[in-house]
């Protein structure tokens, strides 16, 4: 069973950074394409990032395009999602999760989840 499990949220000021990791486990992830979303409160699950991880190409959002770069570590089986010039906007819980095959952007094609970590921009 594939698990994934996430950790780096947190507070931080506009303008700042943060960096997001997701461990995956239980399979073999060299056809999986890894995808960040994120919720915000009273809003549905919006696509942020993705990547295949075997040639690690990427997609992002337009929202993060140019201040958010996904990429992974094979040998940790680790997805990252490093976030720049944070704004208060990118408040949201932010999921992990993983797909197999075709790189989509819906939520609704991904497979499976994590917990969730919890990212709050201030102003």
């Known amino acids: 069973q594939v698990q994934l499990v996430e950790s780096g949220g947190g507070l931080v000021q506009a303008g700042g950074s943060l960096r997001l990791s997701c461990v995956a486990s239980g399979g073999f992830f060299n056809n999986y394409v890894m995808g960040w979303f994120r919720q915000a409160p009273g809003k549905e699950r919006e696509f942020v990032a993705n990547?295949?991880?075997?040639?690690?190409?990427?997609y992002y959002a337009d929202s993060v395009k140019g201040r958010f770069t996904i990429s992974r570590d094979s040998a940790k089986n680790t997805v990252y999602l490093q976030m720049n010039s944070l704004k208060p906007e990118d408040t949201a819980v932010y999921y992990c999760a993983a797909t197999i095959g075709v790189a989509w952007s819906t939520a609704s094609n991904y497979n499976f989840w994590g917990q969730g970590t919890q990212v709050t921009v201030s102003s």
């Open positions: 990547i295949r991880w075997s040639g690690g190409s990427t």
